[in-house]
C-alpha cells in the first residue's frame, strides 16, 4: 500500500490557520497535522522527527509547512529545517507566514506586470504602506530585489520602519529607506515621489484618500490588499484589475487574492509531486506569481 501524503503544519503561534489547512488539503495531502508553539529552537529537531520515520521514499511524501505571524522569522525557521535534512532522508518545506509570502508575492508581480511595458520595477520609487507588517515587509523585500527604490513609511512616528528596515537589512542586506509619515506634510511628501503605492495596511483603515492621490502625479500603480470597507487606497475597488485611476493603474485586493490562490496551491502541489526536496520561500513565490500573471 502506497503510503499516505502527510504535510507536518509547524507555527511559532498559538494555533495554526484554518485557511492554510484547506488549502493544503484541496492542493491533495492526504493529512494535515498541526503543531503550535513550534519556534527557532525546535524547527531542526522537529524536522529530523518528521523525516527519519518514514525511509527516503516515504520522505518524498512527506512535507513541512512553516506559518506564524514574523516574516523574517519563517524565513530563518526554512533555512533551518533545510540545513536538519540528512541525505537521502528529506522532505520538502513551505513558507508562508500568515499568507505574508503568496500574498506579498501576487502584489509584486501584478505591479510588475503592470508598468512591464515601461521598464518594470527596475528603478522605480516603491512606497509599501503598512510594511512593517508581515505582508507589507515581504513586499517590501520582493520589490527592493526587483531593483526597485523601496520605502517604508512609519504612519505613527519612524521608529517602528526604522526597525523593520534594519532586520531586513541585517537579514539580506538590501537597502531599503524608512521615513516618517506620521505627520500630514511627511505623507504628502512621501506620496508626491511615488511611482508605485502598495498599500498592505490593516483591514479597513483607509492610507490614501482623493486628497493624496492628487499630490501623487508621478503615480504609475496603486495596489491594496485590504478587501474591507472603506479600501487602503480611496477609489479602489476590489476587482479592479488594472482600471485607470487618475493617470495610474488601480489593482484591487480580489485580483490580487486570486493570484495568491494559485500560487499558494501550485507550491502546495510542487511539494507534493516532487521527486526531489524542494525549499518555498518568499523568493519562489514570487517565481510563480510571475509565471501565473504572465
Known sequence: MEKPYLLHFATPANRVSPFDVNMAYDAGWDAVIPYAGVGPDEIAGFTQDAIF??????????GIFIGGRDALLAHAMLEAARLAM???FQVSVFADPSGAYTTAAAMVAKAEHAV??????????????????PVGMVAAI???QAGARVTI???DGPARAEAAVAAIRARLGLDIRAADAASEAGKDALIAETE?????AKAGVRV????HLALATGLLVAADINAVPPSGIAGIGVMDDGVALGGA????PLAIGNVKYKVQHGLLQAMRTTEAPVYLGFAEAMAEARRHVG
Open 196 to 200: 508605485v503605492a502598495l498599500c498592505t
Open 153 to 155: 513609511p512609519g504612519h
Open 208 to 211: 490614501l484618500d482623493e486628497r
Open 86 to 88: 540528512v541525505p537521502p
Open 116 to 133: 512591464a511595458g515601461r521598464g518594470g520595477l527596475n528603478g522605480r520609487r516603491v512606497t509599501v504602506f503598512g510594511g512593517t507588517g
Open 142 to 144: 520582493l520589490a527592493a
Open 249 to 252: 493603474l488601480a489593482i484591487g
Open 53 to 62: 520515520s518514514r525511509g527516503p521514499k516515504g520522505a518524498r511524501r512527506t
